[in-house]
């Protein structure tokens, strides 16, 4: 047997799993004093906007999917937020942009929702006080933490842009420069503002001081957000979208979540004899490569907030439709798609399973690195840039209206068998992220492999980069010089990454099997599996 980068973790009494050790070590005391898998977490998600503030945070959006043992049912959770009520295409164009700023605070078009989130999921199954699961968030906001390689990393690669607004470049770049690993940073208004979230719930975010600081500071700016914006802000419950591969039923979140995006991917590849290919080989990767073509041709078609448009969900998701898209691909790459928005992948993915076997998967994202780099004012929190993602094309889906929700790479996922949670999983990583799960259910579902060596095994990003005119087909360079020689000779668009490139996202996962959690983290983030 191959040794995985790390063991898988396993454990009887609840596990998680996320992209930050601190963070996991956080939601896994929560369940052992007794706290929900919510609980738990609300914790990772919490510590992980502390620690790992260049991927998440309390002003990004995250989704939820919440497995509820007792009522046995599926929930979903949309925590992401609305466009400003002035935020219109023409307010752009008056100042002479053609697209939407990616950074500063002309890029925070829509309203954080993450706290939201966390407070409404807490409300219907939460067992422990806010107080406690903010408070190791607080603390190593407060009393600092020990800046990790990705941070220090991403930090020291973005300094120009970190020192562009005065309470941004204090915050991020002590002493003025970027902060090395180990070295220590704390971020106590950041430790302020959670306080008051943990004090006063959602309130404490979304009105009052907090608040009107935000938007004081992007008004400021010429930003377009208002105290008004933020409260009239709410998550929303919803249905999950679901289909089924191989027997196993297969949850996303609906629209404006891509996730449809790798439920029709599974749909087309049951057209064919996966288990019989080699997942290393070049067989495999052009299958998948194509399935995800033909998934994003509609995604990028249809996907936008469904209150503002019809997505014909019920036929994108038919076994008829999954036939006809499966029957277009052949032995050689099909017509490239048409050069899109890249995709911030900068994303966290969290998973969790409580000892009532209750489960959660939550992704949470400022969208780019840093998101908007722009802190709003005394708060020290550091603001998402996802609304930048609308287009001002008045043609376009995702066209900006004002109370709108964007096109949202997040995409939390779960795997069910015999009406029962199977696998909880989930990826960072923009339009890696539909891939990346994809990759990850056939090969646990196809080739049996455990969950570490699922998430191990080199993976590939069919997408386009920063300042980039074509999608490429990025593939990690573990794939042997064979398989990657045969897909450039078919007329894949191949471009070697490295041995374990950071682009291809942090997965994490837990597998339910006999009362048995058998947990993975990414050994390309910094992340555990950790159990009871």
């Known amino acids: 047997m191959s040794r995985t980068t790390r063991p898988v973790a396993l454990a009887r009494n609840g596990m998680v799993?996320?992209?930050?050790?601190?963070?996991?070590?956080?939601?896994?005391?929560?369940?052992?004093?007794?706290?929900?898998?919510?609980?738990?977490?609300?914790?990772?998600?919490?510590?992980?906007?502390?620690?790992?503030?260049?991927?998440t945070g309390p002003g990004g959006d995250a989704f939820w999917l919440i497995y509820d043992a007792q009522s046995r049912r599926v929930h979903a959770l949309n925590g992401s937020g609305r466009a400003g009520a002035a935020a219109t295409r023409d307010f752009y164009r008056r100042q002479g942009h053609q697209e939407i700023p990616s950074r500063g605070p002309g890029a925070v078009v829509t309203v954080p929702g993450a706290v939201d989130s966390w407070c409404t999921a807490h409300d219907r199954y939460g067992k422990l006080p806010l107080e406690r699961l903010l408070a190791p968030a607080i603390n190593y906001a407060r009393s600092g933490f020990a800046v990790c390689a990705g941070l220090a990393s991403c930090t020291a690669e973005l300094t120009e842009m970190l020192s562009t607004h005065e309470a941004t470049r204090s915050t991020m770049l002590p002493g003025g420069s970027a902060s090395l690993m180990g070295e220590v940073l704390s971020l106590p208004k950041l430790a302020e503002t959670l306080e008051t979230v943990a004090q006063k719930g959602r309130?404490?975010?979304?009105?009052?001081?907090?608040?009107?600081?935000?938007?004081?500071?992007?008004?400021?700016?010429?930003?377009?957000?208002?105290?008004?914006?933020?409260?009239?802000?709410?998550?929303?419950w919803t249905e999950p979208i679901s289909t089924t591969y191989r027997g196993y039923r297969a949850y996303q979140h609906g629209p404006n979540s891509q996730g449809f995006a790798h439920l029709m991917a599974l749909n087309i590849l049951e057209n064919f004899n996966i288990s019989g290919m080699d997942h290393h080989g070049p067989g495999y990767v052009h299958l998948l490569v194509e399935a995800t073509k033909q998934a994003f041709a509609d995604r990028d078609r249809y996907l936008t907030d469904p209150a503002f448009a019809d997505i014909p969900?019920?036929?994108?998701?038919?076994?008829?439709?999954?036939?006809?898209?499966?029957?277009?691909?052949?032995?050689?790459?099909?017509?490239?798609?048409?050069?899109?928005?890249?995709?911030?992948?900068?994303?966290?993915?969290?998973?969790?399973?409580?000892?009532?076997?209750?489960?959660?998967?939550?992704?949470?994202?400022?969208?780019?690195?840093?998101?908007?780099?722009?802190?709003?004012?005394?708060?020290?929190?550091?603001?998402?840039?996802?609304?930048?993602?609308?287009?001002?094309?008045?043609?376009?889906?995702?066209?900006?209206?004002?109370?709108?929700?964007?096109?949202?790479?997040?995409?939390?996922?779960?795997?069910?068998?015999?009406?029962?949670?199977?696998?909880?999983?989930?990826t960072m990583g923009g339009e890696g992220q539909p891939q990346t799960s994809t990759a990850l259910v056939t090969r646990i579902v196809d080739f049996g492999c455990d969950v570490q060596t699922a998430i191990d095994a080199p993976r590939w990003l069919y997408g386009r980069t920063w300042g980039e005119a074509r999608r490429d087909l990025r593939m990690e360079s573990r794939f042997s010089a064979a398989t990657l020689d045969t897909l450039g000779n078919l007329g894949h668009p191949v471009r070697q990454a490295g041995a374990w490139d950071d682009t291809m996202g942090h997965a994490q996962a837990i597998r339910i099997t006999d009362g048995v959690l058998a947990g993975g983290a990414d050994p390309r983030g910094e992340g555990l599996a950790l159990g009871w």
């Open 203 to 236: 309130d404490g975010f979304y009105q009052g001081p907090v608040a009107d600081e935000i938007t004081r500071a992007l008004q400021s700016q010429g930003g377009v957000l208002t105290a008004a914006d933020f409260a009239a802000h709410s998550s929303d």
């Open 17 to 55: 799993s996320s992209p930050h050790y601190l963070a996991s070590t956080a939601g896994l005391q929560v369940l052992q004093e007794g706290g929900s898998a919510v609980d738990a977490a609300v914790a990772i998600n919490a510590t992980l906007g502390v620690v790992y503030p260049h991927m």
């Open 313 to 426: 969900m019920d036929h994108l998701l038919s076994a008829e439709y999954a036939a006809e898209l499966a029957g277009r691909i052949t032995d050689a790459p099909g017509s490239p798609l048409r050069p899109a928005a890249r995709l911030g992948g900068d994303t966290t993915c969290s998973v969790v399973v409580d000892s009532e076997g209750n489960a959660v998967s939550v992704i949470q994202s400022l969208y780019h690195e840093f998101g908007s780099g722009f802190i709003g004012g005394e708060t020290g929190v550091l603001l998402q840039n996802r609304g930048s993602f609308f287009s001002l094309d008045d043609e376009h889906p995702n066209r900006l209206e004002p109370g709108k929700r964007t096109f949202h790479t997040l995409m939390p996922g779960m795997l069910f068998r015999d009406e029962q949670p199977y696998l909880v999983y989930g």
